[in-house]
């Protein structure tokens, strides 16, 4: 997935929300990549709360193609395909993924985009025991 597949599936999901209030960040690979570090993006990831969940649900459910309870995460997921590809939303169950407080929007591409900050991603990373992203983070902020 490269930037502009990002930012076409973003606005698809933007224009879907418009008009409704409420929590949820880009999170992930995706997250990362368009605050600056260099990585290979698979899908795109997003998290939100259960509000979120049913908000998602009913504005992407023609994308829909999994929506269920993750014993994992403690919460539910919905699987998306858009443009061929893979969008996860997640609303955690554990409070310390949460992190609502920390997400920031941004500008990017012409779109505003609310993200976890690369700090607070990082803290992300080290909660779920994902090395290499923490390393990866830690490298970029240390540049």
């Known amino acids: 997935m490269n930037e502009e597949n990002i930012k076409e599936i973003l606005h698809i999901i933007l ?5 409704k209030e409420f929590i949820w960040r880009l ?13 290979s993006i698979r899908d795109l990831d997003i998290t939100t709360n259960e509000k979120g969940i049913e908000i998602f649900r009913n504005t992407l459910k023609k994308y829909i193609i ?4 993750s014993q994992k995460i403690k919460g539910h997921s919905i699987i998306c395909n ?3 590809f893979e969008i996860e939303i997640n609303a955690y169950g554990d409070k310390e993924l949460k992190m609502f407080d920390k997400t920031k929007k941004i500008l990017w591409n012409d ?13 992300f990373y080290e909660f779920i025991n994902y090395k290499d992203k923490v390393d990866l983070i830690s490298k970029y902020l240390s540049d």
């Open 15 to 19: 224009d879907s929300l418009q008009g």
């Open 27 to 39: 999170e992930g690979s995706a997250n990362l990549r368009i605050q600056g570090i260099e990585v």
């Open 66 to 69: 999994k929506d269920f309870f």
């Open 82 to 84: 858009i443009n061929g």
């Open 111 to 123: 779109l505003e985009i609310p993200i976890l900050p690369l700090k607070y991603a990082k803290k």
